[in-house]
């Protein structure tokens, strides 16, 4: 069901189509630097960050952004959001920039052109169904955050159909905990406006909230303990700490 803030007519099509066609610009170009082994960070974060301001601007999604002093250009974080919908990206993009990489499902991988481009710009495919390789995935993320480079997870693991908050997967607060890694929790409200659930028309003119709150850092709750329950107590509460900082941002 639309948002009833929103009428079917202004749905758009042309728009959304217009989203997919920016989005496969900046893919391809990304794809024959692979094919001819140039792919450079630098230039990938570029093409992330003008994209990304790209379907800001002509999607007009007026964004109320709080917070930003609390993202540290010195420091990388792993983030943490919630997930409402594929404009998410966009404007977690244009409100951090283009130094963050993605971990995502290894489903997006498999879309032509864009699922090699985003392999070659470093974004991180994970695969829940496979622990082993799950594992790997996190290892990676884990480099990367080591190399300055900021990591964005959404521990609901799937976007949420209503924009209420789903059930946290563990992964991600393993590894914060294992890598004493600091979390920044973000929260988006109303993505899920500029493209509801079951329909492919985007809207335009829709305002986003993004709260970028206080950095959590997993090394406040390293247990005294040896034992796995004393792991699973400390996750356990990082987890409800972090899913409380997102549910304050609506």
Not at 10 to 23: D, K, P
Not at 151 to 168: D, K, M
Not at 195 to 202: A, F, G, I, N, W
Request: charge should be positive.
């Amino acid at each position: 069901m639309l948002s009833s803030r929103l009428s079917p007519e202004r749905g758009s099509l042309a728009l959304s189509l217009r989203t997919v066609y920016e989005t496969f610009a900046i893919s391809w170009p990304t794809v024959v630097d692979a094919a001819l082994g140039r792919v450079r960070k630098d230039v990938c974060d570029e093409r992330l960050r003008s994209w990304s301001q790209k379907i800001v601007a002509h999607t007009r999604i007026q964004l109320d952004v709080r917070g930003r002093e609390h993202l540290e250009k010195s420091r990388s974080f792993l983030v943490m959001s919630n997930h409402q919908s594929h404009y998410d990206i966009p404007v977690v993009f244009a409100v951090v920039g283009g130094n963050i990489r993605m971990i995502a499902k290894k489903e997006l991988f498999k879309v032509p052109v864009f699922g090699a481009a985003i392999r070659e710009a470093g974004f991180i495919e994970i695969d829940r169904s496979n622990r082993q390789r799950a594992v790997e995935s996190l290892e990676i993320a884990k480099k990367m955050l080591s190399d300055g480079v900021h990591v964005w997870i959404a521990p609901e693991g799937t976007r949420s159909r209503t924009g209420e908050l789903l059930p946290f997967k563990k992964g991600g607060f393993n590894l914060a905990l294992e890598a004493q890694l600091s979390i920044l929790p973000i929260t988006i409200d109303g993505t899920k406006d500029i493209l509801p659930p079951d329909t492919m028309r985007s809207y335009p003119d829709v305002n986003v909230k993004i709260v970028i709150h206080p950095p959590i850092d997993a090394r406040a709750y390293a247990s005294n303990g040896s034992g796995i329950a004393d792991f699973k107590a400390s996750r356990d509460k990082l987890m409800t700490d972090v899913r409380e900082a997102i549910e304050r941002g609506f």
